[in-house]
């Protein structure tokens, strides 16, 4: 039996993002920061190694520490190994203790993070975070609670919180109640992460910047950042000088490709709500995790056109979502968050991105997908 959804049922819940000339300007702040904090010698060096001893780490990792918490407007960053997951562990585990307890929004939450939550043994209270009055109650009544934990990226299709609305909720009840931010799939495409609207610290993954893998990093609060980075005070756990530069020469590049990106998603779901292809029921734009194309189709044959899609030409699954290796379209699975909270999305759903390709490969490979099956 065909699925017929309703469509539009999950509107409202893309974030804004930064058109080409916005990312243009995001591109041009950076590397003003950039010659704040480096000499040209410098900046034209690879980095140097180990546990320098004038900051306990490679130099060169500090200068493009100092450029990143200039770029952000912040105290502080660190990057640390283990990619934005691990800057949510580490800046969870410097600011709670285990059996310690904190606010999470009444979803899904990612795998990860849900693993993280258990390691550190930390408690948590749910809110509704698209219901304002429901945080403004919570954070009231819960003075227990030693941390607010917040998701930019949306955690369900039917989120509709505005991030900066929920920060300063939050704060105008209790400014001294710790903010963490994941900033992943957010950072240098949205219109500002959670240190850029009042929070205390936001994490996100270099690697979804086009930077090398394994990188996290931490923005925020000095006292906070000053901690994690005295407890990581082994050489094996630095992130090197080449690496660092690394991930700051090709975060340069980053937001103009990913506006250009996004540009192609709403084109996508544009031609697919004209009628471009047969066989489909609803197409809509979501984060989730990336902005892209949720795709809901007549039939149950998502896994099916799933596997056609990579003879013919598109990656079925991630490297790092938005990572430097991700060029040609990903037509996926929708993710195992969306899949939780709308488990027909298993069968009939498609999370489809451009990621450097146009939208009419997109439509091109879909269309042949989607009639081999039929």
């Not at 591109?27 to 010698?41: E, I, N, R, V």
């Not at 304002?132 to 009231?140: F, M, R, S």
Request: glycine residues 8%.
């Amino acid at each position: 039996m065909a699925y017929n959804p309703e469509k539009l049922k999950y509107a409202s819940s893309v974030l804004p993002t930064l058109t080409v000339e916005e990312a243009q300007q995001l591109q041009f702040k950076l590397t003003h920061s950039m010659s704040k904090y480096f000499t040209g010698d410098q900046f034209l060096s690879m980095g140097d190694l180990g546990v320098a001893p004038r900051y306990q780490k490679p130099e060169q990792t500090e200068r493009v520490e100092r450029v990143i918490a200039d770029f952000f407007e912040a105290e502080k960053s660190a990057l640390v190994r283990g990619a934005g997951t691990s800057a949510i562990r580490i800046i969870l585990s410097t600011l709670l203790e285990a059996g310690d307890s904190m606010f999470i929004h009444t979803a899904p939450v990612y795998t990860t993070t849900k693993d993280t939550i258990r390691i550190l043994g930390i408690q948590t209270e749910s809110i509704n975070y698209n219901d304002l009055n429901a945080v403004k109650e919570a954070v009231q009544q819960n003075q227990s609670c030693k941390l607010f934990y917040i998701q930019h990226a949306r955690q369900q299709p039917t989120d509709i919180y505005h991030l900066k609305e929920v920060i300063q909720t939050v704060k105008n009840i209790r400014p001294d109640l710790p903010i963490v931010v994941d900033d992943n799939y957010c950072a240098m495409k949205a219109y500002g992460i959670g240190v850029e609207y009042g929070a205390d610290y936001s994490t996100f993954s270099g690697f979804k910047l086009l930077g090398p893998e394994g990188i996290g990093v931490i923005v925020g609060k000095k006292d906070g950042i000053e901690t994690l980075q005295q407890r990581n005070y082994s050489g094996g756990g630095q992130v090197q000088g080449y690496e660092a530069m690394e991930l700051l020469r090709m975060m340069t590049f980053a937001p103009v490709s990913l506006a250009t990106q996004n540009e192609q998603v709403e084109e996508v779901c544009k031609q697919l709500n004209e009628g471009v292809i047969e066989g489909i029921a609803a197409a809509y734009m979501t984060n989730a995790q990336s902005k892209n194309v949720i795709v809901e189709l007549e039939q149950p044959i998502a896994q099916e056109v799933i596997q056609n899609s990579n003879g013919l030409g598109a990656a079925t699954h991630p490297v790092g979502a938005e990572s430097k290796y991700e060029i040609i379209p990903m037509i996926y699975r929708v993710s195992g968050s969306f899949i939780e909270a709308q488990p027909h999305l298993k069968q009939y759903g498609l999370r489809i991105n451009p990621m450097k390709s146009g939208a009419s490969t997109v439509i091109h490979i879909l269309n042949k997908a989607i009639k081999m099956v039929n």
